[in-house]
């Protein structure tokens, strides 16, 4: 193989894309390690304590992940190092199986001054996740947003250092497609106005405010202003969330994916407003919503491009109100009902019921 050059060499490790067989490769010599390291694009960090032995290999990663541990001096040397990087994921866990709900084991290893290394030495990056990360606030985040001129992605999620001043920032970026501020408690009203008014209105397709308890019926009315909007989570966003705040959403014509759980103060006069007004639709999930009734429900009957209704712990939905929507609304093709109204629908009804849509029990 002393015959090939890096060059050739290079092209041939390309087409490898298994981890394990990209590490075999780099051990059959010198030059076969230096080249596999100089076409490695993706990078994942669980020692980060080791950083600086092995990253100098690596020079033109395009990914970089690593989980707990990561500090700032490492982050730092990373952006030394890795200029070229387009995906930065700070969330990396080693136990895959854990769930959302243990999103309160936040993190606290790394902070402002490693994001802003960040920010400055990697200004191609189109994706940064910084989720749970408690030592991050509005210096690192706003160092990001105006040093990275196209930042698409930007995952926030249990930050709950971020405030208004940051989202004020990032209102004004020109690129942001997708925001997380899930657990971001510390948002309000203002800040929601903030992306609402500026240029980021016309770029957002997605955007996460789960548990963000802290926003009325008043910043989410400002929403209805961002026009290119598919995706938004509003799920326990607390009882000053209403159908005022409802019916303005409702003016987004653009949702595909809408999330209201546990809001307890929204009712039929939302969904009728969306049902009519959002007609590209795709999901909703109403979960917690107890003053929703079969009226809401049924407004969906017709619609033409809903595929997934969400429904468990709604009270006030009968059997024969899930029944008339599932044969009315031919796009459906996934229902959660509580488990609770299982017990009520004949065994019939559920067979014939599963052979239109999947039929999901919580």
């Given at each position: 193989?002393?015959?090939?050059?890096?060059?050739?060499?290079?092209?041939?490790?390309?087409?490898?894309?298994?981890?394990q067989?990209?590490?075999?490769?780099?051990?059959?010599?010198?030059?076969?390690?230096?080249?596999?390291?100089?076409?490695?694009?993706?990078?994942?960090?669980?020692e980060p304590?080791?950083l600086?032995n092995?990253?100098?290999?690596?020079?033109?990663?395009?990914i970089?992940?690593?989980?707990?541990?990561?500090?700032?001096?490492n982050?730092?040397?990373?952006?030394?190092?890795?200029?070229n990087?387009?995906?930065?994921?700070?969330?990396l866990?080693?136990?895959?199986?854990?769930?959302?709900?243990?999103?309160?084991?936040?993190?606290?290893?790394?902070?402002?001054?490693?994001?802003?290394?960040?920010?400055i030495?990697?200004?191609?990056?189109?994706?940064?996740?910084?989720?749970?990360?408690?030592?991050?606030?509005?210096?690192g985040?706003?160092?990001?947003?105006?040093?990275?001129?196209?930042?698409?992605?930007?995952?926030?999620?249990?930050?709950?250092?971020?405030?208004?001043?940051?989202?004020?920032?990032?209102?004004?970026?020109?690129?942001?497609?997708?925001?997380?501020?899930?657990?971001?408690?510390l948002?309000?009203?203002?800040?929601?106005?903030?992306?609402a008014?500026?240029?980021?209105?016309?770029?957002?397709?997605?955007?996460g405010?789960?548990?963000?308890?802290?926003?009325?019926?008043?910043g989410?009315a400002?929403?209805?202003?961002?026009?290119c909007?598919?995706?938004?989570?509003?799920?326990?966003?607390g009882?000053?969330?209403?159908?005022?705040?409802?019916?303005?959403?409702?003016?987004?014509?653009?949702?595909?994916?809408?999330?209201?759980?546990?809001?307890?103060?929204?009712s039929?006069?939302?969904?009728?407003?969306i049902?009519?007004?959002?007609?590209?639709?795709?999901?909703?999930?109403?979960?917690?919503?107890?003053l929703?009734?079969?009226?809401g429900?049924?407004?969906?009957?017709?619609?033409?491009?809903?595929?997934?209704?969400?429904?468990?712990?709604?009270?006030?939905?009968?059997?024969?109100?899930v029944?008339?929507?599932?044969?009315?609304?031919?796009?459906?093709?996934?229902?959660?009902?509580d488990?609770?109204?299982?017990?009520?629908?004949?065994?019939?009804?559920?067979?014939?019921?599963?052979?239109?849509?999947?039929?999901?029990?919580?």
């Open positions: 193989m002393e015959t090939y050059g890096d060059d050739e060499l290079g092209l041939v490790l390309k087409r490898v894309l298994s981890h067989d990209r590490k075999s490769c780099s051990e059959v010599c010198k030059q076969w390690s230096r080249v596999e390291g100089l076409t490695r694009s993706s990078l994942r960090v669980l304590e080791f600086t092995f990253l100098p290999r690596f020079p033109n990663l395009a970089f992940k690593a989980g707990k541990g990561i500090t700032d001096s982050l730092e040397y990373v952006a030394e190092i890795c200029q990087l387009q995906i930065l994921n700070l969330n866990r080693q136990a895959q199986s854990v769930c959302d709900e243990f999103e309160e084991l936040c993190l606290d290893d790394v902070g402002d001054d490693g994001i802003s290394a960040i920010a030495g990697c200004r191609g990056l189109s994706s940064v996740s910084l989720r749970r990360r408690k030592g991050i606030g509005n210096v985040v706003i160092a990001l947003i105006k040093s990275i001129q196209n930042l698409r992605v930007l995952d926030l999620a249990w930050c709950d250092r971020i405030t208004d001043q940051a989202l004020e920032v990032m209102g004004d970026a020109n690129s942001l497609q997708v925001l997380k501020l899930h657990g971001c408690s948002v309000t009203d203002l800040g929601l106005a903030s992306l008014t500026g240029s980021s209105s016309r770029t957002l397709k997605t955007l405010l789960f548990g963000c308890d802290r926003i009325t019926d008043f989410v400002f929403l209805q202003q961002m026009y909007l598919e995706e938004l989570n509003l799920s326990e966003c009882p000053k969330v209403t159908d005022n705040g409802g019916v303005a959403i409702a003016a987004i014509c653009t949702l595909k994916r809408l999330n209201f759980s546990w809001l307890i103060n929204i039929d006069v939302t969904l009728l407003a049902a009519h007004n959002c007609q590209n639709l795709v999901a909703i999930d109403i979960t917690g919503c107890e929703i009734t079969g009226l429900i049924r407004s969906f009957s017709m619609h033409k491009s809903l595929e997934v209704l969400k429904l468990v712990s709604c009270y006030n939905i009968f059997i024969d109100d029944k008339q929507t599932v044969l009315e609304c031919q796009s459906l093709r996934h229902v959660r009902l488990k609770g109204l299982r017990g009520w629908m004949p065994i019939a009804m559920q067979e014939n019921l599963s052979k239109l849509c999947r039929l999901e029990w919580r």
